[in-house]
Each structure stands twice: as C-alpha cells, then as structure tokens.
C-alpha cells in the first residue's frame, strides 16, 4: 500500500495536483482526519509493508448519516476526486459511496487475499504468497526430519487465492479452501498412506475452512494419527514485511493510472490487470466476490505430489 500512496502522491504532483491523504480509511473521512502531503511525505516508504496512512475496518461508513458527513468533509476540505485503495470492505464502501455523492472516486485492489471481481491481481498478494512459501520452506527442515505432516493454516477471508497458491508453490500433497467440497476421509487416507512410508508431507489449509488446520487435526486425531501431525497457523505474518517486485511494480502502474483516469474526468471505475494489462472496470463489479480462474492448480497439485 505505501508504494501505491508513493505513486499516488508522485503522480500528482508531476501533474501540479495537490493530494491530501486520509488518516485510517474511512473513519478519517468521517472525522475529517485529512492531511495535505507533500513529496517528502513519501520517501523512503516505498520499501516498507503496512500504510503510513493507517488504516481501519469502518463500521459506521454502512451508516448513510455518517458517508453523508464523510462527503462533507470531502467538500470542506476541496477535495474533487477520490482514490481509495483497499479490499472487499473498502470496495463495498466506495461503491455505495459513488452512486450517493456526486465525487468522482478510483479504486485500487489492495488486499493479499486476491478476492476482488474484476481483477486478476490486488497489492500484497505476492508478497504474502512469498512470505507463505519461505515459511513452508522453514517448516520443512522439521518435517523431512521427523518425518511429520504438517498442517499449515494460511490467510484468506475465505478465498483460496492464498492456499491454493501457495500449495502449488511450496509443493504441498493437499490443499483445503472454501472453493472445493473437502473430502476429510480422502485427506485422512492420504496422510495414513505418507505416515505408513515414513514421509514428511504439507498440507494447506485457508482459514476458517473446516475451522481451520486445528479442526482438520482434531479429525485426524480421532483417528490415532496425533503423533506424526503438527500445525503451524501462519498468521499476521502474512500481512506485512517489504513488498515484492511485483507488488511494487503493480502498486506503480495502479497508482499512477488511478490518478490519471481522475484526470481524464473518468469516474466510479477500479483499476486492475486482466491478462496481465491494465484494464479499468465499474467500481460497482468489485462489490460481487471474485472467483478462482485457476482451479486446475488443484489437478497439478496432486499430480506433482503422487507417491
Ligand atoms: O482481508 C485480509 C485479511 O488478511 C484476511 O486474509 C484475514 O482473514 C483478515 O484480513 C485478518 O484481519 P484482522 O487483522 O482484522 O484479523
């Protein structure tokens, strides 16, 4: 997020635009916590995870009272164009926000989940995903040790962007994500199968499904498997650290086009990739939940694991 605010504010300022930045989302809009930034605001922050801005979950934006105050604050402080950069919440926001007020506004997918619709990419997905795949890596050593299975819960807000992912990439046997109808009694003949020939195995499992790896190990614990099986929930970890190539590169192209197309007097739109090129979509497509283009991943998967 702070190399799109980078990119945002840079833009701006190339084009003799002035840019305020809004302090925790939309709860900053709605206390009128909005600051002028000036260049030095973001240097040096391009390397670094997290937003300078802050950031919040907004409960009282669902109140139309409170976005109403929220588009005063906007006119008080002269602001005509709005660019928001978050995931499914702040689109939600966003959307509901451009058909009420007369504002033009850009979003810009920021989410490791990669859970938005009209999009194939949002900020932090790579870095999470790397951030995934080198901890599997670490826990690996004690697995090919002691010959364990290891169940490693990754993030995902019920999306298996994440898991999915990420089992391709750290060679897991298994996946479980709320996308596929799980079969605990197929993941328990496999996990028997890799204890009956000594082998360590990874499986990933996205939060919440099944109630996550720590339920699918109470499962497998009824069947007298407790022993060779241990869990690992990765957690916040997910979330931060310096970002990518790819994420800095495509939190670049999305700032600077977000800021342009405000230019251009397009409105109500969110940037993304789709086949890897910029394209720009109405903000409103983002408020339906975005679907896995990729699920043949599971296919290679098992394919790559076989034994
Ligand atoms: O939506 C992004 C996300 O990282 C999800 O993957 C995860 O479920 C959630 O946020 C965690 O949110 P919090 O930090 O508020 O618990």
Same mark, same amino acid.
């Given at each position: ?14 084009? *003799? ?15 009128? /916590? ?31 009272? %409170? ?7 906007? *006119? ?32 810009? !997918? ?23 795949? &080198? ?14 299975? =290891? ?29 596929? *109808? ?10 028997? /199968? ?5 082998? &360590? ?36 970890? /997910?979330?931060?650290?310096? !970002? &990518? =190539? ?23 739109? %969110? ?13 409103? %497509? ?7 283009? *990729? ?13």
């Amino acid at each position: 997020m702070n190399a799109c605010i980078r990119a945002v504010l840079r833009t701006c300022l190339y084009h *003799n635009i002035g840019v305020f930045g809004i302090l925790d989302g939309y709860n900053g809009l709605i206390k009128d /916590q909005i600051q002028e930034m000036k260049y030095k605001d973001v240097s040096n922050i391009l390397q670094s995870g997290g937003t300078i801005l802050g950031t919040a979950r907004c409960k009282e934006f669902h109140e139309e009272k %409170m976005r109403k105050l929220a588009f005063d604050n906007l *006119n008080k402080n002269n602001i005509d164009g709005l660019i928001t950069i978050g995931g499914d919440g702040t689109f939600k926001g966003a959307s509901i926000f451009s058909k009420e007020f007369d504002l033009p506004i850009i979003g810009i !997918p920021g989410t490791i989940d990669n859970d938005i619709n009209g999009t194939e990419y949002t900020l932090g997905f790579d870095t999470a995903l790397n951030t995934i795949i &080198s901890a599997v890596d670490n826990i690996r050593d004690t697995a090919a040790s002691h010959h364990r299975i =290891f169940l490693v819960e990754v993030m995902g807000n019920n999306s298996g962007q994440l898991a999915l992912h990420a089992a391709v990439a750290s060679g897991a046997r298994e996946v479980f994500m709320p996308e596929k *109808n799980e079969d605990l009694a197929e993941i328990r003949e496999k996990v028997k /199968q890799a204890i009956a020939v000594n082998r &360590s195995s990874m499986i990933i499992v996205s939060e919440g499904e099944v109630g996550g790896a720590n339920k699918v190990k109470q499962y497998l614990d009824e069947y007298g498997l407790a022993d060779k099986i241990r869990v690992s929930v990765l957690g916040h970890i /997910q979330r931060g650290g310096r !970002p &990518s =190539f790819r994420d800095r590169l495509n939190a670049a192209l999305f700032g600077e086009a977000a800021v342009v197309a405000l230019m251009q007097g397009k409105s109500n739109l %969110m940037v993304g990739l789709m086949d890897g090129k910029l394209k720009f979509n109405d903000i409103s %497509m983002a408020e339906e939940k975005g679907t896995i283009e *990729n699920m043949d991943y599971l296919k290679l998967i098992r394919k790559l694991s076989v034994y």
